[in-house]
């Protein structure tokens, strides 16, 4: 980012109250629900309190319990005979893993629905087990000590669970020819990792580990495709089989492992060949021009967020959809048709191999983490395909969206996994801070999130500390009211322009006036309108619900437009001018900027003086140190100007940072901060 002067309304910005208990382990961040008795019935906090106890039945309260465990599964190897016609799976999956802890002789893995039938050593050697519910407790043939490496066969058999012929997650035989497939997250399911429907697992995405299938189907027609790449093909026509051999080398989460079994026709993208799709066989033509942007997809995610990073791509058609699995997104049959209508669902899921599946959620708290950002993943498929126009016109979309979901709980740690909150305000988060943070910022931010967690977990808070680590400051503010906290500012805005002789003084007043959620910080574009057909964008902080600015301009002001470009998510409406705050003279006591951006080397301040009084206008830092005295003096009644080459008393230039303008006089004081980036 170049040089850049924001204006600050107040200090608060450096004092971002914060919802969420202070951590320095980002994993330890724990929900809460505030009991309502001890708010005032009525009140925003009372009102918070009493919806998120309304959502609680909903809620897993078990998320926190299960990163980190006694041991860290390493590999998956599952052997499986799907049985399409009979709808039975059998065989077995081999679990490797690590032992976390020392005198581990027992571990519990997640398996649902399906009969266990033994369970061996490495040895060979049967182990007991308990099969309860969807737990089967295995006892290790000897204790292990932090760091050595085990493994257990479970052979197993049966007619896998899944949410129902209405439902999303689980392992499904369904159409016509009927096919099998598994979809590794439930809408129903609480917690949604439905990997256990299908392999015996550790089924939280904390847990990642490399995997291999060698999957058996009757019939010597049909494909099977897994994630990964295909390392062998046996066909055995006596016995009519098929048996395929996948290998997914880079760490995968239980609920992103996933198998489809059909007569499929597999195309291959004409640009990059290492993009694959198994389509339903009729639906071959339609498929070429559905899946024909893909590629510009591809390169529109690389160009943003770095190499693709894995060994393949693919969408596999199914009944069901659309789902992320790593490199083999299940994409459901009936948007195959021969037209772009659902690019956008293309773009999400694509979006999600970088965002959900390369970087995991550590626990469901933090579903925004993939599901927000493949959510604006379609946005920026519409930026780069069409431009920033196509781009806007998506976002506001999107904000239509969250004003009319009548949903109402923060992002984080949400009460419902699957729904606006979580997508499309997920999305409109990363749009508001990419122009918080500007492209290049906001970019690097993203490569360095990834490049801390790629192939591996990531909490809300870990983002958070891998964008200020690029940005160079604190995002407390940002992250707590738009993460934390629910809703969204609705302003109100009124404006007057008057002469000054040789200049024109521009009054703009800011009001919040929304009843749901804090009091929000933001920068916020102001687009003045000038007689002379000319436009300026000036930048407002906004973070008290009364703001009151004064800009002077050469040219006669004729219209105020907030936020033009939607870079906020907001609802804005332009009201009668009232006056400014507190003084019935049209004269207030007012200090602000006048407004270019960035100022090159000299700050122009204005400010407004009710009556006669002695003014004293300083600069303080950060540290409350007086930095320097810019007037003092008797002053009487009008609007001035003043003129600060950002230099301090002695002379020399001020390093960039976060500075405090105040202007103190008899009847009040107007404090406005400075930041001056680099
Ligand atoms: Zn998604």
Redesign the pocket.
């Known amino acids: 980012m170049k040089s850049k002067v924001l204006l600050l309304a107040a200090l608060s910005i450096l004092v971002a109250s914060s919802l969420v208990e202070a951590s320095t382990d980002a994993t330890k961040l724990l929900r809460q629900f505030p009991d309502p008795g001890q708010f005032e019935v009525g009140s925003r906090e009372w009102f918070r309190a009493t919806e998120a106890l309304k959502y609680r039945p909903l809620v897993a309260e078990s998320f926190t319990d299960n990163c980190p465990h006694s041991f860290d599964v390493l590999h998956y190897n599952v052997t499986l005979f799907v049985d399409i016609d009979n709808e039975i799976i059998s065989g077995n999956t081999i679990v490797m893993a690590m032992s976390e802890i020392d005198s581990l002789v027992s571990i519990d893995l997640d398996l649902a629905v399906l009969t266990v039938d033994s369970v061996l050593s490495e040895t060979g050697n049967p182990l007991t087990f308990a099969h309860i519910d969807s737990v089967l407790s295995i006892d290790l043939p000897q204790a292990y000590s932090s760091g050595d490496t085990f493994s257990v066969q479970v052979f197993y058999h049966g007619h896998p669970g899944n949410e129902g012929p209405d439902g999303f997650g689980g392992f499904y035989f369904a159409g016509a020819p009927k096919m099998a497939f598994q979809m590794g997250v439930g809408l129903e399911a609480d917690p949604p990792s439905m990997g256990k429907f299908w392999i015996p697992c550790w089924d939280w995405p904390c847990d990642k580990a490399t995997a291999e299938y060698h999957i058996t189907v009757p019939g010597t027609g049909k494909k099977v495709v897994c994630n990964g790449v295909l390392t062998g093909t046996e066909i055995d026509t006596v016995a009519s089989t098929a048996t395929y051999h996948w290998v997914e080398t880079h760490q995968i989460a239980p609920h992103l492992m996933t198998v489809h079994a059909r007569r499929y026709k597999e195309l291959i993208d004409s640009t990059y060949d290492w993009i694959h799709y198994w389509v339903f066989p009729p639906d071959e033509e339609d498929a070429k021009i559905h899946f024909q942007n893909v590629h510009i997809m591809m390169d529109g995610f690389i160009e943003r967020f770095g190499p693709y990073p894995f060994s393949k791509f693919a969408y596999a058609m199914a009944t069901k959809g659309?789902?992320?699995h790593q490199t083999c997104v299940t994409h459901v049959n009936y948007v195959v048709q021969p037209n772009h209508n659902y690019d956008w669902l293309l773009a999400?899921?694509m979006?999600?191999q970088w965002w959900?599946d390369l970087v995991s959620v550590n626990d469901w708290r933090d579903i925004w983490l993939?599901?927000g950002f493949?959510?604006y993943c379609e946005a920026l498929y519409q930026e780069h395909a069409y431009g920033m126009d196509a781009y806007h016109d998506y976002v506001q979309g999107q904000m239509n969206r969250v004003f009319s979901s009548g949903e109402n709980f923060p992002i984080y740690d949400p009460v419902y996994l699957w729904g606006t909150t979580v997508?499309e305000k997920g999305a409109c988060v990363l749009h508001m801070l990419r122009h918080v943070l500007g492209d290049s910022v906001f970019y690097q931010a993203l490569a360095t999130y990834r490049a801390n967690h790629e192939y591996g977990n990531a909490v809300t808070a870990e983002f958070q500390q891998d964008v200020e680590s690029v940005y160079g400051q604190s995002l407390d503010w940002f992250f707590n009211e738009w993460i934390y906290d629910v809703g969204w500012p609705v302003y109100e805005y009124s404006w007057h322009a008057q002469s000054l002789g040789d200049s024109f003084a521009l009054n703009l007043v800011i009001d919040q006036v929304q009843a749901n959620g804090p009091i929000f910080t933001m920068p916020v574009d102001v687009k003045v309108r000038l007689a002379s057909g000319d436009s300026l964008i000036d930048v407002v902080w906004v973070d008290e619900a009364h703001e009151e600015y004064l800009f002077t301009y050469a040219d006669e002001p004729v219209g105020i437009e907030l936020d033009p470009d939607n870079w906020i998510l907001n609802e804005a409406q332009e009201v009668p001018y009232a006056g400014i705050h507190g003084e019935p003279s049209e004269l207030g006591l007012a200090l602000g900027v006048e407004g270019t951006n960035p100022v090159l080397g000299t700050t122009h301040i204005s400010y407004s003086i009710p009556s006669a009084q002695r003014v004293r206008i300083q600069v303080f830092d950060t540290q409350g140190r007086l930095v320097k005295t810019l007037l003092d003096e008797v002053v009487a009644a009008g609007r001035y100007g003043l003129s600060w080459d950002m230099t301090n008393i002695d002379g020399a230039r001020f390093a960039p940072g976060v500075y405090f303008l105040r202007l103190s006089a008899t009847s009040g004081t107007r404090t406005i901060s400075l930041v001056y980036l680099e």
Do not use: I
């Open positions: 659309d789902m992320e999400h899921e979006g999600h959900g993939s599901e493949a959510t997508y």
